[in-house]
Nanobody, 127 residues
Framework: QVQLVESGGGLVQAGGSLRLSCAAS????????MGWFRQAPGKEREFVAATSGIGTTTLYADSVKGRFTISRDNAKNTVYLQMNSLNPEDSAVYSC????????????????????WGQGTQVTVSS
C-alpha cells in the first residue's frame, strides 16, 4: 500500500503560479510512474501530467503544455507540479496518483492504470 499526500494548493490570482507537491510512503518510489489529475465541480476527472519512474519521460495534457512542469525527486519520494500562468479554468482539486511502471520510461495518461491516489489539494484561480 502506498500513501500519497498532496500539498501546495491554495488561492491565486490569474497569471500567478503555484507548486504542488506529492509525498509518497514507499521505499520503491522509483518503480512507480506518477501522474497528476484534476477534477473541477461538475466535470469529469482529467489528466494533467505524468512522469516516468526515473523522470526522463514526461507527458502533458494539451491544456497545460508550456505552462505546467512535472518533476520528481526520488531521493525525497516526492513528485511536483509547477503551475505557471494559471487561469480560472485551472481551478480544480488536483490529485496525484502512482502507477506500477513496466519500465523506467513508461508513462500513462489513463487514470485506470493508476493504483494509488492521494486525497487531493484544492487550487482556486481568481480572475
Amino acid at each position: 500500500q502506498v500513501q500519497l499526500v498532496e500539498s501546495g494548493g491554495g488561492l491565486v490570482q490569474a497569471g500567478g503560479s503555484l507548486r504542488l507537491s506529492c509525498a509518497a510512503s514507499t521505499r520503491t518510489f522509483g518503480s512507480y510512474s506518477m501522474g497528476w489529475f484534476r477534477q473541477a465541480p461538475g466535470k469529469e476527472r482529467e489528466f494533467v501530467a505524468a512522469t516516468s519512474g526515473i523522470g526522463t519521460t514526461t507527458l502533458y495534457a494539451d491544456s497545460v503544455k508550456g505552462r505546467f512542469t512535472i518533476s520528481r525527486d526520488n531521493a525525497k519520494n516526492t513528485v511536483y507540479l509547477q503551475m505557471n500562468s494559471l487561469n480560472p479554468e485551472d481551478s480544480a482539486v488536483y490529485s496525484c496518483a502512482a502507477r506500477i511502471a513496466a519500465s523506467g520510461w513508461s508513462v500513462s495518461r489513463s487514470a485506470g492504470q493508476y493504483l494509488y491516489w492521494g486525497q487531493g489539494t484544492q487550487v482556486t484561480v481568481s480572475s
